[in-house]
């Protein structure tokens, strides 16, 4: 089993959570729900987003077979316009791969973190463990707590 800062905090926490080891490649939500057996909708994705001026950055979680609602989430924040980074400017940002972004490894990093209001339509979700090859599953309420998260509608269905 994969021991790092995350794993360390939840425990020290005595929060429960489940470990799943993952290849040690990026992969997206969809590659990881069908790795783990699981429903894609239950796989959330942590998306950097910028502010347009100065301010601190957000990570938003949604759903994996959800993009995110840029309009929506400035909109909650009260901001005119926000931006997703590349990928190379969201590793810079946080400090942790693609694919291994978490705002559990980024508690009192600075981020806002916002989460979409479907994961409480779940006890527990899915999210990365801060680095490729680690997934956890969470309770939502205790994430919500730990990472001082907001909850808004910032996501829409992937039309396709």
Same mark, same amino acid.
Do not use: W
């Given at each position: 089993?994969?021991?790092?800062?995350? #794993?360390?905090?939840?425990?020290?926490? %005595?929060?429960?959570? #489940?470990?799943? *080891? /993952?290849?040690?490649?990026? $992969?997206? !939500?969809?590659?990881?729900?069908?790795?783990?057996? /699981?429903?894609?909708?239950?796989?959330?994705? #942590?998306?950097? &987003? /910028?502010?347009?001026?100065?301010? +601190?950055?957000? $990570?938003?979680?949604?759903?994996?077979?959800?993009?995110?609602?840029? +309009?929506?989430?400035?909109?909650?924040?009260? *901001?005119? +316009?926000? %931006?997703?980074? #590349?990928?190379?400017? !969201?590793?810079r940002i946080t400090g942790l791969q693609? =694919?291994?972004?978490?705002? /559990?490894?980024l508690i009192n990093k600075g981020f806002?973190?916002?989460?979409? %209001?479907?994961?409480?339509?779940?006890?527990?979700?899915?999210?990365?463990? =801060?680095?490729?090859? $680690?997934?956890?599953?969470?309770?939502?309420? !205790?994430? &919500? *707590?730990?990472? %001082?998260?907001?909850?808004?509608?910032?996501?829409? $269905?992937?039309?396709?």
């Amino acid at each position: 089993m994969i021991i790092n800062n995350i #794993t360390r905090l939840l425990d020290s926490k %005595h929060i429960s959570y #489940t470990a799943y *080891e /993952l290849p040690g490649e990026k $992969l997206g !939500a969809e590659e990881t729900a069908a790795f783990l057996g /699981l429903s894609v909708r239950l796989v959330y994705k #942590t998306i950097v &987003v /910028l502010r347009e001026k100065t301010g +601190k950055p957000v $990570l938003a979680l949604i759903p994996g077979d959800c993009e995110l609602d840029i +309009k929506a989430l400035a909109a909650f924040l009260h *901001e005119k +316009k926000m %931006h997703i980074p #590349t990928q190379r400017e !969201a590793e810079r940002i946080t400090g942790l791969q693609a =694919g291994g972004i978490s705002p /559990l490894a980024l508690i009192n990093k600075g981020f806002t973190n916002l989460i979409d %209001h479907s994961a409480l339509d779940h006890e527990q979700i899915h999210i990365s463990g =801060g680095q490729r090859g $680690l997934n956890i599953k969470i309770p939502v309420m !205790a994430l &919500v *707590e730990l990472t %001082h998260a907001r909850v808004a509608k910032i996501s829409r $269905l992937i039309l396709g």
